[in-house]
């Protein structure tokens, strides 16, 4: 049991009672794990009444649900529309509006020779919300935060931080830390705080999610899979969570013994159809027999050799045998 994880999830509810706009921080390069959590909690904050926004200091590429919000900059939505298309310089006339029928009416006009806008293209969102609360998931510091941080320091002064994190090394920086180092996922942690502010898991919360728990445990395979990991994913699949593929890892991994396999031999391409031809050999490659050779004389029939030493014992050749007691 770690500090605060008694009563951290009534004191987050306690403090988001008292305030309705904030942030969601995640740390620079974040995984997959940490997006999911950081969307799943977007979409249910704002499903209770809550402006906030989500914001990284690096370019975020996924397909969950929600992540077309993460932005570089900490700002929160508040209550001022913001109606965005993609526009070329000159290609507006003008923009008015009129009210009928209790309906307000924006009216906007291409220049004469340029394409109308495309309905399809223009994105709503909201700005101008303070920012009165901070949740960083996944962020084992406020500097893993990056830019969103360094720049924006006096905005975590004296705000209401929830520190929402699963790492080792987190500094339980924040006046509430929901952490749990033996967790399978954060994910599993943005579950709990969901289910603490009574959220409704609706399809999108459940799916993204599922995901980041799947990615977290290796689809879980991973040793800090417990059995409250799968009763987590067994419950998004009952909100309708939906399985989304794992994509391979492209960078190398480590097997069970540690190390890194070497890559495959390559071996060199060999010509079938060419025709052998069998190697020649040079005059010089032809090795000449020895001649003269001189031969010693052999001794004569029962003349000694030197290889016998003439004081040699006549015993000394015979094999020597070994007992308990000693020599025989």
Known sequence: MYPNTNNTLPRISEVLSKVNSGIIAIPNNPSVDAVAAATALYLGLNKIGKNCGIACSSPVKSDLIGADKIQNTLTSSGDNLVISFPYADGAIDKVDYNIQNNAFNMIISPRPGQPKLNPNQVKYSYSGGLIDFIFTIDAPNLNSLGQIYNDNQAQFQGKNIINIDRHITNGFFGSVNYVNKTVSSTSELILNVLQQLEVELDKDIATNLYF?????????????????????????????????????????????????????????????????????????????PIENVEVAPSAPEGAQTGSAQPNTPQDWLKPKIFRGGGLI
Not at 213 to 235: C, K, L, P, R
Not at 236 to 259: D, E, M, R, W, Y
Not at 279 to 288: A, F, G, L, W
């Open 212 to 288: 980041g728990i799947t990615t977290a445990t290796n689809n879980f395979s991973s040793y800090s899979v417990t059995a409250d990991t799968f009763a987590a994913a067994a419950q998004l699949l009952k909100n309708g969570a939906v399985k989304k593929a794992i994509k391979p890892i492209t960078q190398p991994s480590l097997n069970n013994s540690g190390f890194t396999p070497p890559p495959p031999f390559n071996r060199p391409q060999i010509n079938n159809n060419a025709n052998f031809v069998a190697p020649t050999m040079s005059e010089r490659d032809v090795v000449k």
